[in-house]
């Protein structure tokens, strides 16, 4: 077993090698969605990861950031002296009938809890659609008293904030929330999606199969991912809201279950995905991006969401700790906002 991880994490860094040293494409612009595709078609979905996740390292706008969060994962687990913030999970699909696949974010809330922040939870509809969701996003937050918020979304939670952001109400609604750390969130639809909804086949068992279970097949239709989709818009950042995003960075062999190496497989029609995202739509999102090597859509191990998500919360803290240690720990108005904006 020894041997084999061994021999396992020797390949990974030869293949990373060999994509650092690819004197094609040196930069991120250079790598589109179509030429992804055609590096997958010529060299393997394996290569093509590995390429998108070196450029990603190397591009000034984020190999800055990436180089912060890694230094951040090696050091003390705790925050500042006297930092208050509230960090609120919103779940991933199924997060109650399936709270094995983790999307209800108790991992989260006890790293937050363990640290000494105050933790909840947005309670979305488990099966519910995006603009569904949405909505109950935006009322949730109608209710909250005022404090300092951080949303950690998990999987489809990700395109729920994204929706309930375009809402005409999120300005006022969202006041609060400091900072969204979006975890393998798909904000341009997923196209798993398309791939149901393009054969009349499996549309029409998807439904079947829907209308069995009581569950609304807009679940599909709302992850529609490309042009005309109902994602297919900017993420409306506020300039008081800090957005990092957070994904899986997966070979062939860090899939964890049959599901998870299904999808992957479907995906690379289109490139490099992590099972329910293509990887090439992270160069279009705003905020920070950070690259998580080796793990998959649902992001196992725990011991690295642990890690990961303590160094992320120490960011947010380091950074916005002058504005959340004032009068109540409330934050200024956007525009005396402390740390820097975040625009689109």
């Not at 180089?67 to 006297?82: A, N, T």
Request: hydrophobic letters at 40%; one cysteine or more; a positive charge.
């Amino acid at each position: 077993m020894f041997f084999h991880r061994a021999l396992s994490t020797e390949c990974e860094a030869a293949l990373l090698r060999r994509a650092a040293a690819r004197a094609q494409h040196t930069t991120l612009e250079s790598l589109t969605p179509e030429t992804l595709q055609q590096i997958t078609q010529q060299d393997g979905v394996d290569f093509a990861t590995a390429l998108l996740f070196d450029r990603f390292r190397t591009v000034p706008g984020h190999a800055a950031f990436i180089r912060r969060i890694d230094k951040l994962r090696q050091s003390s687990l705790r925050l500042p002296e006297g930092f208050r913030m509230k960090v609120v999970v919103v779940p991933g699909a199924l997060y109650v009938e399936r709270p094995d696949m983790g999307g209800n974010g108790q991992l989260v809330r006890e790293v937050a809890e363990g640290l000494g922040c105050a933790s909840d939870l947005v309670p979305l509809a488990s099966r519910g659609s995006v603009v569904e969701n949405a909505r109950r996003l935006n009322s949730w937050l109608a209710q909250q008293r005022d404090e300092p918020v951080v949303f950690v979304s998990l999987s489809k939670g990700g395109a729920d904030v994204k929706m309930a952001l375009a809402a005409p109400e999120s300005a006022h609604t969202f006041r609060n929330v400091i900072a969204w750390v979006n975890v393998c969130g798909p904000l341009n639809g997923s196209c798993m999606a398309n791939w149901i909804i393009e054969s009349r086949v499996r549309r029409s068992l998807c439904r079947l199969q829907y209308r069995w279970q009581r569950r609304d097949f807009r679940f599909i239709t709302d992850l529609r991912h490309g042009p005309g989709g109902p994602l297919d818009f900017p993420v409306a950042v506020p300039l008081s809201m800090r957005l990092v995003s957070v994904v899986g960075f997966p070979l062939r062999r860090h899939l964890t279950t049959p599901f998870s190496r299904f999808c992957h497989r479907t995906l690379a029609a289109w490139g490099p995905n992590d099972g329910t995202t293509l990887l090439s739509d992270l160069r279009g999102w705003p905020g920070e991006i950070y690259p998580v090597w080796g793990v998959d859509h649902y992001f196992r191990p725990q011991e690295v969401t642990r890690r990961l998500i303590t160094a992320l919360l120490r960011f947010l803290a380091e950074d916005d700790v002058p504005c959340l240690m004032g009068s109540g720990g409330q934050r200024p108005p956007s525009d005396g906002r402390c740390g820097p904006l975040v625009v689109e």
